[in-house]
């Protein structure tokens, strides 16, 4: 079992930056894809980046490559979102999720979601 919990959303404009945090319990965490994910309102859920647990390989949605950066510290169970040149499109609930399969692809399937954070990006 895998807990998450994310923090770090807020209230920016645009341009502005935001640095989202993920905390995972859990005993195996470095062994887990982590994916973040943001959901708009009236909007599915959309993969926005993800980090394998095993050669660091990181996988992004084209509408954030080059602005947003996936990282994760194994020492301290945490992965990061770093979110550059903010729009307000960017504006949603971000969701951390974690997969037991080591790859974290937007296809990948992810069972375990912490309980979001809010992100508002104003113009």
């Known amino acids: 079992q895998v807990q998450l919990v994310e923090s770090g959303g807020g209230l920016v404009q645009a341009g502005d930056s935001l640095r989202l945090s993920c905390a995972a319990s859990g005993r195996t965490f470095s062994r887990y894809a982590m994916g973040w994910f943001r959901q708009a309102p009236g909007e599915e859920r959309e993969f926005v980046a993800g980090?394998?647990?095993?050669?660091?390989?990181?996988y992004y949605a084209d509408s954030v490559k080059g602005r947003f950066t996936i990282s994760r510290d194994g020492a301290k169970n945490t992965v990061y979102l770093q979110m550059n040149s903010l729009k307000p499109e960017d504006t949603a609930v971000y969701y951390c999720?974690?997969?037991?399969?080591?790859?974290?692809?937007?296809?990948?399937?992810?069972?375990?979601w912490g309980q979001g954070t809010q992100v508002t990006v104003s113009s």
């Open positions: 999720a974690a997969s037991s399969t080591g790859v974290a692809g937007p296809g990948t399937f992810y069972p375990y």
């Open positions: 980090i394998n647990w095993n050669d660091r390989s990181t």
